[in-house]
């Protein structure tokens, strides 16, 4: 078994990535189906962790299905079910251009509103995954004991003093040293995104991002006048480095890289750690900023939390965004940036970008972190995401047509699947609504009308015959158009 | 006196339209300083009004020292204490420019968040101005009742229903014709200016608006790389049409006309309706959209509540931009935007910008605009306005130096004062600051660095010994700095 020994971490996550580890020697083939796995002794001295840990992490593989125990011979590795490949990396053009927002784009918001659709395509997660009640109650306790704070009081600090250090804090654990006083508090990621892109770039610049993107990200870059350069991009291990090395050699040819670097959407990606280390010392080099997307960074269900980019950052180039939309709260719309070394302008832009961010619903949050039981949250949260990914995965290469493929995100909210060649993923989109079920067409996903075969999927969603049922009528409808070619 | 009979408007106004007409014919000087005024019998016939409304007309002009009663014989024109004259109109440079955003708004920002200070300069309105204990209360029972809509539940509709049906209601009460389907809430009233900039705009094109000008405005239009075209402006009857007709001659000119309307932030001017009326026809006849600030509107505090421009529209090229923040809840960020022809594209682009404005304070909010108190609430807020406008002139014309002109707002939140010219503001308020008084310098509200001798003062505060002395403190340092040129 490859790797390291004496893991490190704290002692909640030890077992997981003792699990990530051996995982990772099945999945490189170190490990082949009906190979023993060492004994609990064994793993326990190897790693120089405790009996108890080894046990969790075999338990948590026999879980997952990854192996499987016999009668007294111990853990062996498990046969897989039929899974389907991953799609190729993309190659979008390889020049800057203005995004034109599709009339798709309409035609699928549209469809958001229409009751009694499935919504499959978004990411709209259910309440039974989130601390509803808890933090209801936390959020009524607060607004009730400070009305004034609810209602009236702005605060001119960048946020409320107890979340911003809660943030401080959660950040260090993941490697990141802010201090609170280098948190910016906005209203969600995407406002952090926006005053980023406003702050660093000016009409005419190019952005770089992933291929394909998240599009309220594209749409971003076309209403601020600025150019989209799509980066060839892995279905598991993200961005390119190479690519984005060619592109930037030019000075000023890109004024920033926009990236979701883990659990990216609608790939579901993440970049290994050397590919993070390499990517923050070129654009660093090269002056390019980096504006980066951690929102669903913490929602890691398979293997530790990766490190975000903003953890190798030594200049003050990466403003990391985030929020609690994916973790804790989607309605509060509360986010935050790490704004580097343009703390300054991002603080002076909000301003007149939203003013404030309401002080109430952070101070609900700052207790629900610092004392409600968050980890106690993100584990459930994690264990019901691996859970629905895998059924989803499951379903998916259940009634989906021979030659799709699809991507194996180990965290965060969707999962990418590429269909025949030929079959249009608009045509699809359009009978699959007709059907009662909202799924994301791939050409939502980029400025240069690619992706017209790929679909997003999301495993947002608690999982229910309803969503099982559209799962496989999508994958019914599918079938019928490859047979129509 | 002058003026057509038969008043109208609803009956809770009717005082104060008639009260309003008195008050002009008294600044027109139809009527004089001891004249006496029309009978209470002779009102009620010649405006068609019952005698009540007629004595409640009365009783309001007393109560702001304008008539006084005299035994036996009826009401007169009061004299007046000594008043400060009004500033001159503005007159910015003919040609529209980049922005540049001075250091000194840093320097103005960064003492926001000083301790102690007496922040005179800023609209920090007290909570106790504001409806904070019951709001809070509906806060609470909301997020009680509906955790899930507080902490999950986005809503892909614009807004919560009940609070845009609020909506449209009252601006059906001040003449603008729009239903619940046609309001966009947003996070704020700079929320909705930001949307509508970025959706009708593009960098390098011409923004016309009013000078001075709130700063933030100026801030959106150099992030977004946009052009200020500085029109000249009245300190009482606002931008000046005659001007606007001349700068938007040529086609294309100028893409947007962004302006405050009513109760103008910081001149506190507001157009009279022939203003209004032909500003409106002449933007649509020159395709120049209108971004209509009317975040005032509501506290107006002598007269009724001006018409807003969208009252005349009838192409959907105006596009009206409000909130709470200056009535009910200026920490809840809650706003909305009635977006006439470009609401689609405004739709879209909110999705991009903060994706959906919380939901649990849009029906709390409802629930008070619509059962609550909404309007009694007003009245208290536009009599302390009143009350808070006359004590603070009042205590400007007693200490500021000779030569000081003043605007006379009839609502809102500020008033703008011309100091002597040789004042440099710039240095009135740092010395201020480090006297412990916040004052907004008036370069702050230009592009072209002018206003050097003007500063932006609030009433938002109740009238204390403290705000009292502060103000005579920034009065005795303008006479220092005075008596030194």
């Known amino acids: 078994m490859p790797g390291t020994p004496h893991l490190e971490g704290s002692n909640d996550y030890l077992y997981r990535e003792l699990a990530g580890r051996i995982a990772a020697a099945m999945r490189s083939g170190t490990l082949r189906v009906g190979d023993r796995i060492a004994s609990v002794r064994r793993l326990s001295s190897q790693y120089s962790v405790s009996i108890s840990t080894a046990v969790q992490a075999l338990r948590y593989l026999e879980n997952q299905r990854l192996i499987e125990a016999r009668p007294k011979s111990g853990f062996f590795v498990a046969a897989q079910p039929r899974e389907l490949p991953e799609p190729a990396p993309s190659h979008p053009p390889a020049s800057a251009r203005y995004v034109v927002t599709p009339p798709l784009l309409r035609d699928y918001i549209e469809a958001l509103t229409l009751p009694g659709m499935v919504r499959l395509g978004v990411l709209l997660p259910e309440p039974s995954m989130f601390p509803v009640e808890r933090l209801g109650r936390l959020l009524a306790a607060t607004t009730r004991r400070h009305p004034e704070l609810a209602i009236v009081h702005h605060n001119y600090e960048s946020g409320a003093e107890p979340l911003r250090r809660a943030i401080a804090r959660r950040s260090l654990d993941c490697g990141v040293r802010v201090s609170a006083d280098e948190v910016v508090v906005t209203g969600g990621c995407l406002e952090a995104i926006t005053l980023a892109l406003r702050t660093i770039a000016r009409a005419g610049d190019a952005i770089a991002l992933e291929s394909p993107a998240y599009f309220p990200l594209l749409q971003n870059i076309e209403s601020l006048g600025l150019k989209a350069l799509e980066i060839p991009t892995h279905p598991r291990t993200g961005l390119s480095v190479d690519a984005l090395d060619l592109a930037t050699q030019k000075p000023g040819a890109v004024r920033a890289l926009l990236i979701v670097p883990t659990y990216s959407n609608p790939l579901g990606s993440s970049m290994p750690e050397e590919n993070?280390?390499?990517?923050?010392?070129?654009?660093?080099?090269?002056?390019?900023?980096?504006?980066?997307?951690?929102?669903?960074?913490?929602?890691?269900?398979?293997?530790?939390?990766?490190?975000?980019?903003?953890?190798?950052?030594?200049?003050?180039?990466?403003?990391?965004?985030?929020?609690?939309?994916?973790?804790?709260?989607?309605?509060?719309?509360?986010?935050?940036?790490?704004?580097?070394?343009?703390?300054?302008?991002?603080?002076?832009?909000?301003?007149?970008?939203?003013?404030?961010?309401?002080?109430?619903?952070?101070?609900?949050?700052?207790?629900?972190?610092?004392?409600?039981?968050?980890?106690?949250?993100?584990?459930?949260?994690?264990?019901?995401?691996?859970?629905?990914a895998r059924k989803m995965r499951e379903t998916i290469t259940a009634h989906f047509p021979a030659g799709a493929r699809i991507t194996r995100p180990s965290g965060g909210y969707v999962m990418w699947i590429e269909l025949p060649p030929g079959i249009d993923a608009v045509d699809l989109f359009h009978r699959a609504r007709a059907a009662g079920v909202l799924i994301a067409p791939g050409p939502l996903f980029t400025s240069t009308n690619r992706f017209r075969n790929c679909i997003r999927l999301s495993f947002a969603h608690t999982w229910t015959r309803t969503i099982e049922d559209a799962v496989a009528r999508v994958g019914r409808i599918a079938r019928e158009l490859d047979s129509q070619r």
Chains 1, 2 share one sequence.
């Not at 951690?294 to 990766?306: K, L, N, S, T």
């Not at 403003?319 to 709260?329: H, N």
């Open 276 to 388: 993070r280390k390499r990517l923050v010392a070129l654009c660093a080099e090269r002056d390019v900023a980096i504006i980066e997307d951690d929102v669903y960074g913490e929602v890691a269900f398979e293997g530790p939390r990766p490190r975000p980019l903003k953890a190798w950052d030594e200049t003050g180039n990466v403003l990391l965004c985030s929020s609690f939309g994916k973790t804790v709260a989607p309605a509060l719309r509360i986010g935050w940036i790490l704004p580097g070394r343009h703390q300054r302008a991002i603080e002076l832009l909000k301003l007149a970008h939203t003013m404030f961010t309401p002080q109430a619903p952070q101070l609900a949050l700052a207790e629900f972190v610092a004392n409600g039981g968050y980890d106690h949250h993100l584990r459930r949260l994690r264990a019901a995401l691996r859970e629905q």
